[in-house]
């Protein structure tokens, strides 16, 4: 548990690092960053108690077949996902802020879980376009596209 | 074709230096456009209209999850293993947030790989920022639709 905790308390550091430094894109990134282990954690939990607020209420979601999501179906789906999602690791993430309100992250995933007696491992690439609401980043875009080769 | 292309881009790139405070239905149609004109330089693979479509921090994951950055993108539309036949966008919903737009459609590829012909169904989204009263398109995604 800890050490699934560490990355999110170095990510809170160094947020807070840069906050200090007055650095804004810096801090936009940090902050994005953080947001997206939450997210990952909160999916793997099937906690979207957490999850929830991350997300802007008109949120278009993609997922891995293509299918079109609402926010509250999205939510519903985490929730059945928590039942047999074991692990979920992001892979790789780099992130790009324009005009200090809108960060789009591109990362990889590794998902692996067990289904109906059957374990499974699923690779796929995401970009997530957060935008800032009021002071507070939310996500209104989320498309995942599985890695074939 | 591609000269009519060419002119229609330029016409695209010079409305969108119009000053700022346009109507967003404006804007609307200018992203519509510029999403069609991309479609069109794809297929006569045009690449200085791609070339000024895509912003120098463009990413692009192809339904397949390959992952490339804006000169490796020019490069596969430059390469001849890939023949588009026909690129149709079937539907495009854009929502505005400040300097940034979101495009999210479906669109319908044929073409040819290799010699082997073949049909997707893709959903996209793209995301354009307006950069000095330009837009360019800072990263792109598609997931072929399974269902």
């Given at each position: 548990m800890q050490q699934k905790l560490l990355p999110i308390a170095i990510v809170f550091l160094l947020v807070a690092s840069s906050c200090a430094q007055g650095d804004t894109t810096s801090v936009d990134k940090l902050e994005v960053s953080a947001l997206e282990h939450l997210w990952k954690r909160a999916e793997e939990k099937g906690d979207i108690r957490a999850l929830g607020p991350m997300l802007d209420d008109d949120i278009t979601y993609v997922d891995e077949n293509g299918s079109l999501l609402t926010k509250a179906q999205f939510l519903s789906y985490v929730q059945q996902s928590g039942g047999h999602l074991q692990s979920l690791a992001m892979q790789t993430i780099s992130m790009n802020v324009y005009n200090g309100e809108t960060a789009v992250v591109v990362g990889s995933y590794l998902a692996k879980g067990e289904q109906t007696g059957k374990s499974y491992r699923r690779e796929g690439r995401f970009i997530d376009t957060w935008v800032l609401k009021k002071g507070k980043w939310v996500c209104v875009v989320s498309q995942e596209t599985p890695i074939l080769r | 074709m591609r000269i009519a292309g060419y002119w229609f881009l330029l016409f695209v790139f010079v409305s969108g230096n119009?000053?700022?405070?346009?109507p967003q239905d404006v804007q609307l149609g200018r992203i519509l456009s510029l999403e069609n004109a991309w479609n069109q330089a794809l297929q006569v693979k045009d690449e200085k209209a791609l070339d000024q479509l895509l912003d120098r921090a463009f990413i692009d994951i192809e339904c397949d999850g390959t992952l490339t950055n804006k000169a490796e993108y020019m490069a596969n539309i430059k390469a001849p293993t890939v023949q588009l036949a026909r690129i149709v966008n079937e539907s495009m919903k854009v929502q505005f947030y400040g300097r940034s737009a979101v495009v999210i459609g479906v669109y319908l590829e044929i073409g040819t790989r290799n010699g082997n012909p073949y049909s997707h169904r893709q959903r996209f989204y793209d995301t354009w920022i307006n950069r000095n009263g330009t837009w360019l398109c800072v990263s792109s995604q598609s997931t072929l639709i399974l269902h």
């Amino acid at each position: 548990m800890q050490q699934k905790l560490l990355p999110i308390a170095i990510v809170f550091l160094l947020v807070a690092s840069s906050c200090a430094q007055g650095d804004t894109t810096s801090v936009d990134k940090l902050e994005v960053s953080a947001l997206e282990h939450l997210w990952k954690r909160a999916e793997e939990k099937g906690d979207i108690r957490a999850l929830g607020p991350m997300l802007d209420d008109d949120i278009t979601y993609v997922d891995e077949n293509g299918s079109l999501l609402t926010k509250a179906q999205f939510l519903s789906y985490v929730q059945q996902s928590g039942g047999h999602l074991q692990s979920l690791a992001m892979q790789t993430i780099s992130m790009n802020v324009y005009n200090g309100e809108t960060a789009v992250v591109v990362g990889s995933y590794l998902a692996k879980g067990e289904q109906t007696g059957k374990s499974y491992r699923r690779e796929g690439r995401f970009i997530d376009t957060w935008v800032l609401k009021k002071g507070k980043w939310v996500c209104v875009v989320s498309q995942e596209t599985p890695i074939l080769r | 074709m591609r000269i009519a292309g060419y002119w229609f881009l330029l016409f695209v790139f010079v409305s969108g230096n119009a000053p700022a405070g346009t109507p967003q239905d404006v804007q609307l149609g200018r992203i519509l456009s510029l999403e069609n004109a991309w479609n069109q330089a794809l297929q006569v693979k045009d690449e200085k209209a791609l070339d000024q479509l895509l912003d120098r921090a463009f990413i692009d994951i192809e339904c397949d999850g390959t992952l490339t950055n804006k000169a490796e993108y020019m490069a596969n539309i430059k390469a001849p293993t890939v023949q588009l036949a026909r690129i149709v966008n079937e539907s495009m919903k854009v929502q505005f947030y400040g300097r940034s737009a979101v495009v999210i459609g479906v669109y319908l590829e044929i073409g040819t790989r290799n010699g082997n012909p073949y049909s997707h169904r893709q959903r996209f989204y793209d995301t354009w920022i307006n950069r000095n009263g330009t837009w360019l398109c800072v990263s792109s995604q598609s997931t072929l639709i399974l269902h």
